[in-house]
């Protein structure tokens, strides 16, 4: 079974930064995309970035140029460099590993808070 694991969470003023990591274990034998997702209150779930297999990423509009997902195959950790924070960014961030290629897939994490405030 694999699991999933957001960490790096927190309350950080406007313009502020904060780095998220998603750890994902268990029986995974082979590199899989990885992204990262989140939800505001009363808003739907929504892409923020992701990152292939072979590290090509992807970004939402809403964050090109302020957000960096990269990755590290050795430890099936993904991470979300977040720069120049925003209140609108204020959410539960959610991860996921994308293993539907194998038919065995999306599994996701329990989410970490991210509050962008003053």
């Known amino acids: 079974q694999v699991q999933v694991v957001e960490s790096g969470g927190g309350l950080v003023q406007p313009g502020g930064s904060l780095r998220l990591s998603c750890a994902a274990s268990?029986?995974?034998?082979?590199?899989?995309?990885m992204g990262w997702y989140r939800q505001a209150p009363g808003k739907q779930r929504e892409l923020v970035a992701t990152i292939t297999s072979g590290g090509i990423p992807n970004y939402a509009d809403s964050v090109k140029g302020r957000f960096t997902i990269s990755r590290d195959n050795a430890k099936n950790t993904v991470y979300l460099q977040m720069n120049s924070l925003k209140p609108d960014d204020t959410a539960v961030y959610y991860c996921?590993?994308?293993?539907?290629?194998?038919?065995?897939?999306?599994?996701w994490g329990q989410g970490t808070q991210v509050t962008v405030s003053s």
């Open positions: 996921n590993i994308d293993r539907r290629r194998d038919r065995l897939g999306t599994t």
């Open positions: 268990g029986y995974i034998r082979s590199i899989y995309p």
